[in-house]
């Protein structure tokens, strides 16, 4: 029944064509549109709210939600963690998944990114190597890098999943490995420095076997740490 109401609801969000953050009927109206009791309006909402799909605030009123793709980073962190403490070599999976998606999309960015993309990857790449210089690179400069080269695919969901697949990634890695130890962080900042680099310069060179070369190399080198972690 719940399920029902659910389907309804966002039926009705489709149709109204309605937006991120625009507000939804009350639930008294609610009632009224779908013919179901308060409670039943309640719990569908809530499940809703769980998927992300809308947002209750209370004394405010239910929104139209985020449509993130949230919900699928909190379920690809617990589903990777879970894995690994049955066994599994989750965290190299989900290293692959990044590694095969990523691969394949930059050589669509070839020649392809905007000046004033280019400019914030250099200065990126720039604060990489001060980082480095200091004793290691930071993610939010690393995961800064990856975001700013993706805005080049012109693709909203893209660059969102990849964004996620990184978040995911990345808080999995800290969460089972001491950021300091073998699996924390690259074995040698000034690598991962050299390798964002060669990435760009292909990028901007509009070579696209360079740059797949690249991507696969910058990979190659976090696997090679994970594996040291793993042994």
Known sequence: ???????????????????????????????????????????????????????????????V???????????????TVAGHYRGEDSLLQLLELREAVETGLVARLAGRVPEADLAELDALVARMEQEAAAGAVRAETDRAFHAALHRGLDNLLLS???????DAFHRVRTDLYDPAGPGGA????????????????AVRAGDAVRAETAVRDHFGNIRTRLGAAHH
């Open 186 to 201: 690259a074995p040698d900042p000034q690598v991962t420095c050299a390798q964002h680099r060669q990435i760009l310069e």
């Open 65 to 79: 939600g985020p449509m993130s793709v949230a919900p699928m980073i909190e379920g690809l962190v617990f589903r």
């Open 1 to 63: 029944m719940a399920g029902d109401i659910q389907e309804r609801i966002k039926r009705l969000i489709i149709d109204r064509r309605l937006a991120s953050g625009a507000t939804l009927p009350t639930e008294t109206e609610l009632m009224e549109l779908l013919g179901v009791s308060r409670n039943s309006v309640r719990e569908a909402l809530k499940g809703l709210q769980a998927m992300g799909i809308v947002e209750v605030r209370h004394g405010f009123g239910t929104y």
């Open 160 to 166: 969102e999943v990849l964004e996620a697949f990184w």
